[in-house]
């Protein structure tokens, strides 16, 4: 049981110390302001979605967006997932910052994962392009960032058809395509 324990402690940090090997030292600073995340503001985002499609462009708040993908991670995954919380901010020319709060004990040394990038209508699909992530005084970019942003672009696929989307302080718009 012991060696079993060793070979498991051997291949984690082998891992990590992989993983680590496109890092630098740095942060990603997300901006100073506060998002609020809750059950209402979910459903507010919820409804702007529904509207919107119908309308053919919606516009969500930081704190719609942030409550309707938290709530959204929280109804579809168990108790044991960890992440506890998805903040967005939204900036002019389409830059978005994003934070995944962990849960206690996930991550050592922080709780946090901050990630910035571009936000665009590729092909009608609404897509990020992440360039930066940072966690702990450690900062990702890179080929690992093109990975990521894979991940988030097939969550966004089910979107819809869209035609353009625009950022500015706090808010997203997204026109559908054929509207």
């Known amino acids: 049981m012991l060696n079993r324990r060793i070979w498991v402690v051997a291949l984690v940090a082998l891992l990590l110390m992989s993983s680590l090997a496109g890092c630098?030292?740095?942060?990603?600073?997300?901006?100073?302001r506060e998002v609020p995340i809750s059950v209402d503001a979910a459903l507010e985002g919820q409804n702007a979605g529904m509207a919107g499609l119908m309308a053919g462009k919606v516009t969500w708040s930081e704190a719609q967006l942030s409550s309707f993908l938290t709530e959204l991670l929280r109804a579809n995954t168990g108790p044991n997932q960890p992440v506890d919380a998805i903040?967005?901010?939204?900036?002019?020319?389409?830059?978005?910052?994003?934070?995944?709060?962990?849960?206690?004990?996930?991550?050592?040394?922080?709780?946090?994962?901050?990630?910035?990038?571009?936000?665009?209508?590729?092909?009608?699909?609404?897509?990020?392009?992440?360039?930066?992530?940072?966690?702990?005084?450690?900062?990702?970019?890179?080929?690992?960032?093109?990975?990521?942003?894979?991940?988030?672009?097939?969550?966004?696929?089910?979107?819809?058809?869209?035609?353009?989307?625009?950022?500015?302080?706090?808010n997203i718009t997204i026109s559908m395509a054929g509207m």
């Open 87 to 170: 903040t967005v901010w939204l900036e002019p020319d389409n830059m978005v910052h994003a934070r995944i709060a962990l849960k206690d004990g996930v991550l050592l040394g922080g709780n946090n994962i901050d990630l910035t990038g571009k936000i665009m209508v590729k092909d009608g699909r609404v897509m990020v392009d992440m360039t930066d992530a940072g966690a702990n005084g450690m900062m990702v970019s890179g080929p690992l960032m093109g990975l990521i942003s894979s991940y988030i672009n097939g969550a966004l696929a089910g979107v819809g058809v869209a035609a353009d989307v625009m950022t500015d302080d706090g």
């Open 24 to 32: 630098a030292i740095g942060d990603v600073a997300a901006p100073d």
